[in-house]
């Protein structure tokens, strides 16, 4: 069996560290990535089907997430033992990964497509969710399936004082009065792409806030979508320094090849383009 292959670096501004490794776990899978931040680790996996279903007018795409207790060092006792429906956190993690993933295939892709992400430990002070974006798009980048990635994704939370603290523990995000989640893209200009924003207050925030903690308005926001940038671009460089070692060690990539399933085509888009723009025009001057 041969070695693994293991890529790492340092969260900016933080003692943390970030690491993504393939060929160890689930080998029959096209793509299959073990996360790390922390002592938190995930597993996530990318397969396609090598064909459309007869019948399907939508992309197929699964997202799920797989928590054991296991994960956490405990093994659930008499009828327990089976574990069942997701959780809450589970639930809202198959949202958070599919949302920048979905828009990121291509046009007429509709091959049925699973993401799945396993936890494989837990902390208790790390959340995975953010991980799980992570693992996924790096799952995708070597598994052969077209994906316009690789995706970046970073948690950041608004301390008291008015700073940004990239991938917070639940202490450093209950400390603070307000968290963004953040995925993107890198462009050719070295910018990047918002392509998801999930954001919230604290519980506590208030409270921090009649105790003097700065204020989050409009212009603390759109600093830290700027502050993320920098965050996403590490998981970009270090998701595109995996995908060279993989070819570095087993040959290119070969790509998954499908037939587009278009709806309409481009001439229709532009029949209809020359008969309804005339009267939309007019419609939105009165």
């Known amino acids: 069996m041969a070695d693994p292959i293991r890529v790492s670096g340092p969260v900016s501004g933080t003692d943390k560290t970030l690491s993504f490794e393939t060929g160890k776990l689930a080998p029959q899978s ?3 990535v073990v996360a790390t931040i922390g002592g938190t680790t995930v597993l996530t996996t990318a397969n396609a089907a090598d064909d459309v279903r007869p019948g399907v007018d939508f992309f197929p795409l699964t997202v799920d997430v797989e928590e054991r207790s296991y994960a956490i060092g405990k093994i659930p006792g008499s009828f327990f033992r089976r574990e069942g429906r997701p959780s809450e956190d589970a639930i809202l993690t198959c949202r ?3 949302r920048p993933l979905r828009p990121s295939f291509p046009k007429g892709f509709r091959n049925e497509t699973q ?12 959340p995975y969710d953010v991980l799980s ?6 799952a995708l980048m070597i598994s052969g399936i077209p994906f316009d990635g690789p995706i970046g ?23 603070g009065t307000f968290e963004l989640v953040v ?6 200009n070295g910018d990047v792409a918002v392509m998801m924003v999930e954001a919230g207050g ?10 003097g903690a700065k204020v989050v308005d409009e212009a603390v926001l759109a600093s830290g979508l700027e502050a993320c940038k920098v965050w996403i671009k590490e998981s970009i460089a270090l998701q595109r320094q995996l995908v060279a070692s993989v070819i570095a060690t087993n040959g290119p990539i070969t790509p998954l090849e499908f037939k ?3 709806d309409y085509g481009d001439d229709v888009c532009a029949a209809v383009e020359r008969v309804a723009t005339d009267g939309l025009s007019k419609a939105v001057a009165h």
């Open 115 to 126: 993401v799945v992400t396993n936890v494989l430990g837990a902390d208790h002070q790390q």
């Open 96 to 98: 958070l990964t599919d």
């Open 183 to 188: 995925a993107g893209r890198e462009l050719d």
């Open 133 to 138: 974006i992570n693992a996924a798009s790096a």
């Open 153 to 175: 994704a970073v948690r950041i939370a608004y301390s008291q004082g008015g700073d940004w603290i990239p991938h917070p523990t639940y202490d450093e995000g209950n400390e």
């Open 260 to 262: 587009a399933v278009l």
């Open 202 to 211: 604290t519980e506590k925030s208030f409270e921090y806030y009649a105790t």
């Open 30 to 32: 096209q793509g299959a």
